[in-house]
Structure formats: C-alpha cells, structure tokens
C-alpha cells in the first residue's frame, strides 16, 4: 500500500512539473525540418511533415491547410496555413523542441496571435503558450517538459480559425 500511494505521490508531482518554455532558434538535422517547398501546390486535410514519421492535418472540416506560393516565404516559394481550420502536428517520436517562422496576414485576414497548445504522448496537456503575431515572419520556438507528441496551432480571430502563416518548421528530440 505504502509503495502504491508513493509511487502515485510521484506521478502526480511529475505531471503537475509539465512547462514549456520559449526557446531560441536551434540547429537541427534535415529529417526534422520543413519548408512545405517539395509539397505540391494545394489544399490538403492531412499531409505528412518532415522525414521522420509526422503528420499534420487540420484541426475542423470547414476548410482546409493550403501550401501556396506567398511573397516573403521565409524559404521560398511555398507557406502553409490553415484556411478556415486550425493545424495540429502530431509525431510517432515524443520530441523536446518545436519552432518555426510564422506570420499574420493571409486571406486577407490579420491573426493578431497563434497560440500553441502541447500534449504528451497520452494526450495530456503539457503547456500553451499564446505570442503576438505581425505581417512578417519571426521565428517562434518552444521546448517542452516532458517532451510533446502533438502540438496545436491556433489562430487569434474568433470565430475564423487558421490564417497563420508557416514556414521552416522544425523539430528536435532533445
């Protein structure tokens, strides 16, 4: 019994420590980057991300994510954003960082925010964080503890999901 409601005391104190924190830009290998350049032009409700096994797909049914040429692509010529939905990306491997270029301003549309919403490899939450948004692209990056299995990628317009730019994803397992 003792070992029991030590072993849940634990637990609990494990899971009560999930954080994420922002994070710089960071160096990864080519497998876990991004820049929606080899995908071909169009909508999409899922497509696979990066080399290692991902997948990003639309969060809603009202719309879809676009990869299409955009002026100012942080690598040129293709962006994705979710158009009319919001995007999530989920990983078969639990990784520490995510980070990548993002931008207001797409369908005419200004996002004044993204916010980002992590979860383990159970479905927890292990943190959020929401960061203003601009015309340009900046680079926005996080690292998690414990580390995240799916993230979700949340546009600022009320009752309009989507209209965040992305380019330049990148994740990393520690």
Same mark, same amino acid.
């Given at each position: ?37 080899t995908?071909?032009q169009?909508?999409?409700?899922t ?25 100012g ?24 960082? @995510? ?10 549309? @200004? ?14 939450p ?11 692209f ?7 503890f ?29």
């Open positions: 019994m003792k070992k029991t409601l030590v072993f849940a005391l634990l637990t609990l104190a494990a899971a009560s420590q999930a954080v994420i924190f922002p994070n710089a830009f960071f160096a990864t290998p080519a497998p876990f980057r991004e820049n929606f350049d995908t071909i169009g909508s999409y409700n497509l696979p991300v990066f080399v290692t096994p991902a997948l990003m797909s639309r969060i809603g049914t009202s719309g879809s994510l676009a990869v299409q040429p955009f002026v692509a942080n690598t040129a010529p293709h962006v994705l954003f979710g158009d009319q939905v919001d995007v999530q990306i989920q990983t078969l491997l639990p990784m520490r960082r @995510f980070g990548g270029f993002f931008r207001a301003g797409v369908l005419g549309v @200004f996002s004044p925010t993204v916010s980002f919403r992590f979860y383990d490899a159970f479905n927890n292990v943190g959020s964080a929401t960061v203003p948004l601009t015309g340009t900046q680079w926005i990056g996080f690292q998690t414990p580390k995240w299995r799916r993230v979700e990628i949340l546009g600022g317009i009320p009752g309009f999901p989507g209209a965040v730019a992305m380019d330049s994803l990148r994740i990393r397992l520690n």
